[in-house]
């Protein structure tokens, strides 16, 4: 059974830093075979992407409202993907979700390219 768990989302200040994980376990294949995404969907607002980074750890990927204040990485050893939040904005509080595809068409922005997803983990930026 595939489960993506993330962690460590909270509270936090306008201007702070958060990072949150997303743990994997029961893919079918090494975790290192699948290219992983960071979505979020803010209340009342659709599900949109925010990072993604390839299989073989070589290209990310950033929405325009987060390049440069976010960063993913995996740690393929722990089967693990993080997105260190940075610079955090008001407009950045929503659930935060993970998600794995294999090699497959459609593009890495789009939510339907991936096969797994994670529950979420919410994540509040006060003013």
């Known amino acids: 059974q595939v489960q993506l768990l993330e962690s460590g989302g909270g509270l936090v200040q306008a201007g702070g830093s958060l990072r949150i994980s997303c743990a994997a376990s029961?893919?079918?294949?090494?975790?290192?075979?699948?290219?992983m995404g960071w979505f979020r969907q803010a209340p009342g607002k659709e599900r949109e992407f925010v990072a993604a980074v390839t299989w073989s750890n070589t290209n990310t990927y950033y929405a325009d409202s987060v390049k440069g204040r976010f960063t993913i990485s995996r740690d393929n050893a722990k089967n693990t993907v993080y997105l260190q939040m940075d610079s955090l904005k008001p407009e950045d509080t929503a659930v935060y979700y993970c998600?794995?595809?294999?090699?497959?068409?459609?593009?890495?922005?789009?939510?339907?390219?991936?096969?797994?997803w994670g529950q979420g983990a919410r994540v509040t930026v006060s003013s």
């Open positions: 029961g893919l079918t294949f090494t975790f290192s075979a699948y290219s």
């Open positions: 998600a794995a595809r294999l090699h497959t068409v459609g593009s890495y922005i789009d939510g339907r390219s991936y096969a797994y």
